[in-house]
């Protein structure tokens, strides 16, 4: 289960950014092509966080669409499954637009203290 590692280096980031303050929520955006599923990175995330100054802290988690762009007619193909080809002319010649996401993108800090 990747999503235990995830939710660590996840608390290392935040812990980082909040610099001795008090976390009340964390929101990431993680993107399908990792291949966590968000509910199950939430449950790990309270496992990881047990016991340490984050435990409390929520994680919230927006999973971003993998997309790709064909290099040969430039459209562009919202991934269900790991199928690297343009969903427009069949190519495989393409480049991943979203979907690889691993991004804490911002912190909900206490005022207290």
């Known amino acids: 289960m ?3 590692s ?3 280096a996840i608390a290392k980031i935040a812990q980082q950014a909040a610099a001795g303050r008090t ?3 964390v929101r990431v955006d993680i993107g399908h092509l990792r291949q966590a ?13 047990f016991g340490t100054p984050f435990e409390g802290a929520r ?6 669409a993998g997309v790709i ?6 459209g562009r193909t919202e991934l269900d499954e790991p ?27 206490s005022t207290d203290g």
């Open 2 to 4: 990747h999503e235990v």
């Open 6 to 8: 995830l939710c660590s």
């Open 23 to 25: 976390v009340e929520l």
């Open 37 to 49: 599923v968000p509910d199950t990175l939430v449950h790990c995330w309270e496992m990881v966080v």
């Open 59 to 64: 994680l919230e988690v927006r999973e971003v």
């Open 69 to 74: 762009e064909c290099r040969n007619c430039q």
């Open 83 to 109: 199928i690297f080809r343009c969903g427009s002319c069949g190519s495989t010649a393409i480049d991943v637009v979203s979907g690889n996401e691993l991004l804490v993108t911002s912190l909900e800090v």
